[in-house]
Structure formats: C-alpha cells, structure tokens
C-alpha cells in the first residue's frame, strides 16, 4: 500500500484563471436591489466602494476570469496548497473512508483568505486606490488583507468585532505587523458604531455591525474603497483557486470526491472547495454531494428563510437575495468568529435552493471534540471555524463505518488554530458551553426583514 | 527570469538516512567524562536516560544512520520541508546576493523540534518505556515532544522554564491538546527545583535547572527516560534531514550556498542546515562558510570558554567538552527563549575550535526589526529565536551589496512566530530593550567550571 500522505504541485500549476460557477448555472441569480427604489442595481451605483474590475467580476457570466500575473506571483509564496490524505484520522476512525483534505493554513496569515485578499488588493491599487477599509470576525480576514496592502502598498483599516479583538489580541498584533490599522467593532469613529453603542452600550459586535462601519468609512472619502471577505461573487471566485488545485491533487491520488464538505460563515471557504466540482456535476453530471456545515448559534441556512435582506446592521449596501436570520441578528459569542455573519452567500443560497448542495449545523463543544480527535491524529490544530468542517467530515466518515462504504471524502481545512488558543484553552477547562442563539431575537431580526423581492 | 519562490519536493525525497558528521571530522569529539571519576563514561552509563539505539548513535563513527520506515512514515506529515528562495527580501534589501531559507514551520509545532522528538520517542517505545521527561525553554521542544508522545503513545512531562511559562500560555496549551503535562520549572516536584525556589523563590528559570529537573524524574523511575531537545550528538544527527533536503533543493534551483546562516541556543537547528554542507566541504574541499547566529544577552560560542562543564544546573549530567558560560549561568529573561542555554552542542563548539564555522551575537531589538523586515517581504512571521538567523543573512545579503557580490545566502528559518505574538506586541509597543547579561554574574558562573580535562 501506497503511504503518501501529501500531494503538492508545483508553482506552474497555480491556476491560469478562476473559475466562475455563474457560467454554469441552471438558472441565472436574483439580481442585487437598490435599497432605495428595490430595481436592480447598475454597475455604476457599486462604483464607490469597488473598483470597475471587481464590479465586472461580481456579475461576469464567464466560465473563466484569468488571474493578473502579479497576483499569481504573490500566490506562489503559499501556493498551490498541498492536499492531505489523512490516514492516521481514518485508522483512529476505523472507517474504510478514504478523507483527505486540503490544506490552506500554509497561508502567510494561517487561512484561505488572502487568495483573495491579494486579489482585491491588486485591482485596487491597479485603479489608483491609496486606502481599503474593512471589517474582520476571528482576524483572519483582517490579517489577510493587512498582509496584501503590505505587498501592494495600501493603507489598511479593519474594523474587528469587539467579542474577537477581545479574545484575539494577537490577530490584532499580526494585522499591525503588516502595517495596518484596527479597531474594536463598534467604534465611536463612525455614525453606524455610535449608533449601536447608544443603544447597546456592552455590545460585543457583529459582522453586521462591523460591515457598516467599514462601509461607512469608504463611502465618504474618495481614495478609500470597501474591500470584503466573503459573501460576494468575487471573492467565492477568488477563492476557487482551492478546489481548482484540489481537482489537479486528486487526479494525482487516482482519486475523485463523492463528499466535499467545507464550513460556512459567509460562505468563501466552502464555494473555493465545492464550486469547481459542482461545475463539473452540472457540465458532465459528475456525482458529487457538497455538504456547507455551519453553527448552530448561527443557523443562516439551516434555520434562515431565503429572502432579500441587507449585508449589514445599518443598512448602508445594496439588498441581496440570501439565507439569512435577519441584518440586525447578532449571534452569541462563540468562539468561531468568522462563522458570525447573519446573512450566507447568495451564490451559496441559491445553489442551496437548487438542491445542488446540502447544509447542516453542529454545536461548539462537538466540533472542538472533532478538532482535538484530528490534531491528535495528523498534527495541525485546526481554526474553530475550520472544526466545523472536520466535524461533518468526521460524521460522513462514521457513517461510511457504519454502511460499509468506502467513500472519498474531501473537506476543506481552511485554517490553522494558533491564533485560537484561548478557545482551546477554555475548552480543555470545560468552559466552553452550547450557547444557543436568543429564539426571541432570531424571530425579531426575522421580523424585520425588508419587504422586497 | 525565473519567478520560482518554492522548491517542493515530494515525499520520496525524504532522506533515508540521517548525517552524522562525526564521519568526518579530522579530529575526533573530545570524550565525554563521569562526573564523579573524571574519566571518559561509558555507553551503560548513560541508560539510566536513553536507550540504547539513541546511546549508540551518540557515539556512532558511521556517516549514514538509517532512518527507521515508522520514522520516515510520521515525517511524510510535513517533510520535506520547502526551501524558498526570498525574492521579495532582495528586492527589499536592493542586494545582488540570492537569499534561500529553509522553511522548518511547516511542522505540525511550527518548528525543527519534531525531526528528533519523533525519532527519540520511537526509540524509546520500541525499548519498552512508558514515559518520556523533558524540559522546554519556548516551549517549541515540549510540544514537539508532545506530538511524538501522542504519536507513539508515551506519557510525556515537561518541565518548561518559567519565564517561557509565563510568557507562552499558548505553548502550553497546545502540549496539553496533544496530552502532555507541563509544569512550571523551578518546580517543588523535584529536589533540583526545590533547591533553587529555597535559594531564589522568585527564579524565573534556566534550561539548566529545567534539566535537572527532567533528569531527576526520569532518572528515578524505571519506565521512564529522558529526551533532550538540542546539545546532544544524537539529536543533531537527526535534524540533518534539514540540510540533507537543502542540498536536493538547491541543485533544483541549480545553486549551491557560499554562506549558510542558523541561529543557536543548544546548536541542532544550525547544525541540522550546515553540518551536512561542512560534511561536503571536509569530504572535497566545496567552500562554504557556515555562521551561527546568537544572542548577545546568552553569547555562549562568541563569549564563553571552550571547557568541560555540566549539562545542567544541579550537575546530573555528565561532563561534556562546549563552549559555556558556566551551567550555573542564569541569562536576562529576553524573549528568545530558545536561545537561553548556558553551553553549546559539543559538535558545534568542537567545530567552531577546528575553524570549521564562525559564530556571532545580535541584540534583540535589531533581531525584532530583521523579522519585521522579513515578514513584510516575506509574509511569514519568523519566531524571535529565527530573527537571529533573519539578522545574519540580512547582514550578509547587505555585505553582498556593499561588495558589489552576488553570493548565495541560505538560511534556517526554524520555525514562526505565532506562540510569540506577545514579544511582537512589546516590540512594537517600545517595551524591549537590549538586556545584557549580568557580567558578575557570568564571572561567577565561569569561576565555578569544573577542574577536569
């Protein structure tokens, strides 16, 4: 038997383009409303938050979007990831699953996002843009960007949720490490911050919230633009370059996904993994269950409605069709910040309601056994976030025990835990519990969904 | 031109040996003597602590150690390691010199550590022990430890010094999620500890008296050895994989180093890069200047006599030929904690005796600013014991410049830096300074050497 544990490729085979699902969609996306007449939007309305070449990106029907040379140059510092059979895991399981995953905590902040980070901050500064302001959950995004405005020399601003910068100073340090700028969410610096403080004084802050102070922030100067994590079109394009590289290293496993699994706050990390394979699925009709694993204490698409609904508290952006609990949802303090955001993906929803994928919420406390049991078996600590993903794979890879099916499982370990220790911490102490979102504020957020659409 | 940054090579290119310089030497390692005859020990001296397979590789003659399959196997999970070539550094320095590191945080730790912690623990369960003792410093070589213990199935107790203790919650955290235990050192478990806490209640801890203590409790119990992170013959042999993979790597970037840099507190990182380059120029002359990079507040190579002198504090060990500063030396509590041992690998010393490397001291703070250079570059963010090997090979690529040559600088970078965040935050925030060491207090050290060989 073959004992390879590792596929690595080369840096000529980071991928030449991104790939673009809307090409391969059955039926096209709902269109992004205005919030103030609820018509579709115009390129131009997005105009002062992004530059024209995301904006093209954001509602491009091609299958292919070549990647700028000097942002693959900067790919190849971490690039392509390697691909993990996780063998040790499978014998601790004794499952005849074969599970591999995809690594992408070789990153130079730990995560998936400076695939596009780097991106954003290429077309940016290729557009004369000196500044990006933005918001961050964990820090991962945060850092990521503070780490792309260093190689492309913008200035860096972040709006941290409180409850994160909190628990996570060291983000903090990493993002000023790369000369950017952070600030606990909200913040007095900006009207949506001051207003939530007013009313909510002890608030620990959203995604939501955070969004619009960065929003804010871009609007009102003319050499600032809005950058974002996850959520939109291109940024999930962005991050294809995951599945992409993982189509190529399966290919050298002999191998193929019956099951991808990847977890899902705003939903870039699973779209990387899953997108290109669900191109596949719809072009030749290759099988493939894709399997979006989120909180439970924030429930976006096992719980949410899919309606039209805001990106953030204040509602200063555009309205989309999403999964979401309501823009003025804040979920409670778990640990796994980046999986903290109201709304999910509109290409994530959409291929949800297409039953092109499927979606399941786990507890905390689940998901850090799930993590410990994989540190123990392969050595890395994954991110609080990335445990949800070792949980449904985890899950899929006993029940393949249970049936007596060796399925090919590939999940998508999107970041290491470093900077997560005190979670670990707390829960190896037993402080950690299931907090469940407040029901009464889950049906008031839902309550206050706009009537549009 | 090439834009190639990584040098990947796939898993069968893991050595199948390790390198073991004492092959080559033109003159033999001077004998290593019973503390209490002053004659040279014998191997049954030493298995009270080690098994026999690791007592006769650290007496070993052969050139080539044969790596054990189950070894190899668990290296698979991260080695080899990738070499880089540190384009965006040179272009940062506008040097002509080529700058190559060695990347060791791709290790399941984020450092060198487990290339010997998982050969040692192998050894010590295929000879029947239950449990391994050690000591830390950083704490990088208590996980290290840790991961192999879970890997292997031993018990693993680690005595971590305490101003490291302190400083790195989070090293601790991460030995307990891979079952370790860790205790604060100068402890009140052991006799050693007991003895310094009545001397100096408020110690902040040496890896000397961490020694003692791990020696004590392995020493005391029959199903329990010891298992030392660095110094010892038989744990720099193991990290020859490192340079054994360079040189594979940088005839793939069809290069070879004029310069090689690796920093040095107890010497395994630095030899584990240079010894098998030395090896080569010994064999047939291939010039090569190897540099060991330390810190001036611990200047064991730089500052301290070539002489025979204790392993550790409360003089359990037997006595070894190194550069030291006397094992009762107690270094400034500065954040390399890595790099605070009193003495020096024999083989280090021995080599810098035969002119076979150079050594020299670095402040801290300029240390800080190498890595801050580095990371911005480079977007890794090296451990403060690795700023001391970024500092050399800015210093050289600098010298290059000055020169007008186009040298070849290949550097370790043994491991980064998320553990260290806090050191960062004082580096940024202004609160380093360049702590010396205490001059009477190394007088005294070096006055109570011991009067043999």
């Known amino acids: 038997m073959s004992k390879q544990l590792k596929y690595l490729l080369d840096e000529e085979h980071i991928p030449r383009s991104w790939y673009n699902i809307q090409a391969d969609l059955p039926e096209p996306l709902p269109a992004i409303l205005h919030p103030g007449t609820g018509e579709p939007i115009q390129p131009s309305d997005l105009a002062p938050l992004f530059p024209m070449a995301l904006i093209e990106q954001e509602v491009s029907q091609e299958r292919l979007v070549e990647i700028p040379e000097p942002v693959r140059d900067i790919y190849r510092h971490w690039r392509p990831s390697p691909l993990f059979r996780a063998r040790r895991l499978e014998q601790a399981l004794e499952t005849p699953a074969r599970i591999y995953y995809k690594y992408e905590g070789v990153s130079p902040v730990g995560s998936h996002k400076p695939n596009t980070a780097v991106a954003q901050a290429f077309y940016n500064r290729e557009a004369g843009i000196e500044r990006l302001s933005t918001e961050t959950g964990a820090g991962q995004w945060g850092s990521a960007l503070a780490y792309a405005g260093t190689i492309f020399g913008l200035a860096i601003e972040v709006y941290m949720v409180k409850v994160s910068f909190r628990q996570k100073p060291y983000r903090k340090a990493m993002m000023e490490a790369f000369g950017a700028r952070c600030v606990a969410s909200p913040s007095e610096e900006t009207r949506a911050g001051r207003a939530v403080l007013e009313e909510h004084p002890d608030s620990t802050g959203s995604l939501g919230i955070a969004i619009s102070e960065a929003v804010e922030r871009a609007a009102e100067r003319e050499d600032t633009n809005y950058a974002l994590g996850s959520v939109l079109n291109h940024v999930l394009m962005h991050q294809s370059v995951i599945g992409m590289e993982a189509e190529q290293q399966m290919e050298m496993a002999d191998d193929y996904p019956d099951i991808i699994v990847g977890c899902t706050g705003g939903g870039s990390n699973f779209a990387g993994i899953a997108f290109p394979f669900i191109g596949n699925k719809l072009r030749d009709g290759t099988g493939v269950r894709a399997i979006a694993v989120e909180p439970a204490a924030c429930p976006t698409l096992t719980r ?34 980046g999986l903290r955001y109201h709304g999910m993906a509109p290409l994530v929803s959409h291929l949800q309601e297409l039953q092109l994928i499927e979606s399941r919420a786990y507890n905390q406390l689940e998901c850090f056994e799930a993590g410990s049991i994989f540190a123990r078996a392969e050595g890395i600590l994954p991110a609080p976030e990335a445990n949800h993903a070792v949980k449904g794979a985890i899950d899929e890879a006993l029940r393949c025990k249970a049936e007596g099916q060796a399925r090919s499982i590939l999940f998508n370990l999107c970041g290491h835990g470093h900077f997560d220790m005190q979670a670990y911490i707390d829960y190896f102490d037993g402080k950690l519990s299931d907090e469940d979102h407040d029901a009464s504020e889950l049906a008031m957020a839902l309550a206050g969904l706009p009537s549009v659409g």
């Open 304 to 337: 949410g409605p899919y309606a039209y609904d805001f990106g953030d508290t204040a509602h200063l952006t555009p309205l989309v069709k999403m999964h979401t609990l309501g823009s003025t949802f804040v979920p409670p303090g778990f640990h796994a910040g």
